[in-house]
């Protein structure tokens, strides 16, 4: 599968699992025409007054997650106009999404990095922590 592809087909099922869980979720539209001079999330969802904006990464096997730093900045930007959580959503092959928060990431160079993305938070732990539940 074209890596375009594989980002699109991740990107539909979070949103599709969002929005299974109550969350109203759209997709940003990809890089092109009008929206290189401004960044677009891959996913901004909302739920009981809560913005996620959401940058979906995956990678075949778990390793060290590094992410372009114009990507990071973007996606705190987008977070700070809307008032958001910026949050990156990680899943590698088989298993399930892992969240994580931007105080994770490490500067690595003009990127930034994420040691071991496996370990992020399930979804129910990111609820509790969003929702304080």
Known sequence: MKPKAKASRLENEL???LWSQGFAVI???????????RYAPDLVAIKDGKILII???SKV??????????QILGLEEF???SSGIPIIAYKSNRNNFKFHFLDKLE?????F?????????CYESL???IFKQ
């Open 15 to 17: 949103a599709n699992f």
């Open 55 to 57: 940058e979906v990464k």
């Open 113 to 121: 990095k994420i040691e071991k993305p496996e370990d992020g938070l």
């Open 27 to 37: 997709r940003g539209p990809s890089s092109g025409a009008g929206v290189t001079k």
């Open 127 to 129: 609820i509790k922590l």
């Open 107 to 111: 500067l690595a160079g003009n990127s």
């Open 79 to 81: 977070a700070k106009r």
């Open 61 to 70: 096997k778990d390793s060290p997650l590094y992410i372009n730093s114009s």
